[in-house]
């Protein structure tokens, strides 16, 4: 799987220099953009030289190794390209074509053709129907259509969230979401129909992928729940999972995508309960919940403090706290009475009303208080930034969590535009909106309880293997 | 009422030079900031002049007439000021300050001195414990602590939002907001602890009020749910209510903050069913949602057709349309293929997947074919921005929109920094996320319902003046 991520040569089927030819566009990425040094070969009739990269007309004329290939021509001339690649004993492919299972018979007898070849010659495919991989470790990039100015925004910076996305388009938003948030992408992969390299195959290979700390997922199906929940079961790591389809009209429209069956949308339900997967709620949740896991320590707990500067906004968040499932913290009269000593304070029960303005030092002792009582398991600040000091404030406060290894999902109680400048600018892990704020500690807990399942279920199978014991399958499921 | 948004005179109390007092800052935002052109005096214990407004140690020393008095000064000395007030022959007072009946037995034994006052006088009170007013029509200002900028950024354009807000924090969202909206505040009252006037009192204002097109609220509790629902079934305007409190953790909280009674939640849901009120699920939507009613037309059905660049969106959307109890509109044979006579399409079945790339001349051909099918009754477009032509498309759709009667709610697939500039830059009413779009058609299809049987009830109680029959009050929900 590795040489998807990491080749040291690549053979672009389909890039000519026709004009709107998107092979081309890959041609460019990967030898005028990018900083991948690989070596990369343009197959076209005219066996025609492509944004420098030097063509062939077919891929067994190319005089060198070719690591991987990625396909990009009309469906039709996809079948005898894959040929010509197990010819030239490539093991890896990338069919980013579309026109197959997705597109009615014709295009099933396709995929089965490739799907034959593929399997006789050992070769592993990923796609068709998709938009490929994106490496930020190595700028390797075989994404087409990417423009220059968005390739360096992009895959400039390294991050430790990878991807696994069934949809070109979701791609966008998340790096492009990322251009303004705390964390970046690690590796990204657009599995498209997935005839032979799907969810399962990838959670695999992230899972002991070192530089990938969150995995999230866009399905439009799942191909086969079995391999996907044993793929699960042994990733630690927290899975982010969206997926379409909840309702009929949601799954007969992802079909007509990505060629999936429409699995019954409770089988995923049950798949992410007994996989330790966690299912968000929205495309923008994929990309804005990792930051609690990369920036925060995990939420044990289900008790949660919440402090702010403006009232309204503690009736709001405990709302939400209980709506999902979590508690407002009892704070008791002694960690009351050291909230009050701190001098400024408008109301020392939770929520905690901190009035219009504090210093740093006031800050910094709730901080403290908070962090270090046992009533507490984890915080929800909503400060208003009506001065820079807030956000210092708010720079020590992710220390102090990381220090009491207690979370905390901060929100600003500021228009989107306003938070969303201010986590870029400052780099602080600020949340858009109440609602996300809550749901960050919702799904850090359901982690945490997943962590703990996980573990326990490998005692028991351990157990098993020493005949100690034999038991039923255990759910996972949050306590 | 009129005289809280537009007075001739103002006094405001509690105004001196004291460092951080917060009167003089709206005698700053009156005299210095505001281009509102009413006299402004102020009231202090030495008669000094504040901000260029002439000082005096008591209201009753003012040698002219004073419309409205703003009273900001320690909670004790309030129903002194209030006593000045009516000896003055003030009729319309602000209160500011806060410790009344939201902190304990004391501050409610002083309200019930200044309700004493106020009933005998024939006073109208606003507050205690509120922002006041802010009048973009003509700058009138009685916040306290608005700088220079903001004010400026609020308040330099008028629109048609009116709302009426318990609180502070969420005015400056709301504002904050706007400016990278389509949409601008008209008329914003802070009513505080109500303890004269309610919400029911400024929905009856705000029906009557040419310029307000829609209102919208932020409550905590509700004073009189009898005088509200019959407040609000008089309007026919749109009315957009968040409440806080829907668990009793967050009725709690609501409670120390503005003093109000803890409704049971399930009364004020039944209020908005029987008031026609559209219950808002957050305080985004608050800000988000009126764009949909000032610039679109009603959505009077609940047949929506889906279009999308992005085959991941056409799946995504579907669900949340579905889940919002709204339908995917079912185009027949002839419309299938008048979408596909213009030529570029990749699935003329509702979610229409428009694939990579169209022309201008498509786009208006589509939005033609489906504003004018009667198996549509709305749009959910979902362009991606490619190119500056989309922008210009949607320009046209908004045009096409209202020359129909139908509406659309428009989502670009983009990182939410970017739909905000588009938005802002091009002016036109762009949605932040799939699911904000939804909810757009969905309380546009609300309003539609509750208009329609507003209509029906004023016909069965004008039937019922006229003796024709006698009926059971009826319940308004949605069909």
Known sequence: METFFNPGSVAVIGASNSPFNLGATICRALNEISSWDGAVFAVNRKAETVHGCPGYAAVTDIPETVDLAVIITPARVVPQFVQQCADKGIRHVIIESSGFSESGEEGRSMQRMIDETARKSGMRIMGPNCLGVLNTRNQFCCFYGIQADDFNTFAQESGNVSYIIQSGGIVVIVLESFTTDVVRANKIVSIGNKSDIDEADMLEYF?????????????????????????????????????????????????????????????????????????????????????????????????????????????????????????????????????????????VANPIDLGPALSMQTFLEIFDILLSSDEVDGLLPVPSLWHPMVIDAIVELVKKCRHYGKPAAIYTPNAVHKTVSYRQKYQVPLFESPEEAVRALKVSYQQSCFVAMKDAIRSVYDMERNGEHRVAEPMLQEA
Not at 338 to 347: A, D, E, H, V, Y
């Open 207 to 347: 899972s002991r992928d070192d530089s990938t700390e969150v995995i999230g997922m866009y399905l439009e199906n799942i191909k086969d729940g079995r391999k996907f929940i044993e793929a699960a079961r042994r990733v630690t790591k927290p899975i982010l999972a969206f997926k379409v389809g909840r309702t009929s009209e949601g799954a007969r429209a992802a079909m007509s995508h990505t060629a999936g069956m429409a699995n019954n949308d409770r089988i995923f339900e049950s798949a992410c309960a007994q996989g330790g997967i966690i299912r968000v709620n929205s495309i923008s949740e994929l990309h804005a919940m990792p930051k609690m896991f990369t920036h925060m320590p995990p939420l044990r707990g289900k008790r949660i403090a919440v402090f702010t500067n403006s009232g309204a906004f503690g009736g709001i968040t405990a709302d939400l706290l209980v709506q999902a499932g979590l508690e407002m913290a009892r704070l008791s009269p002694e960690t009351q009475e050291k909230l009050s000593r701190t001098g400024q304070i408008f109301n």
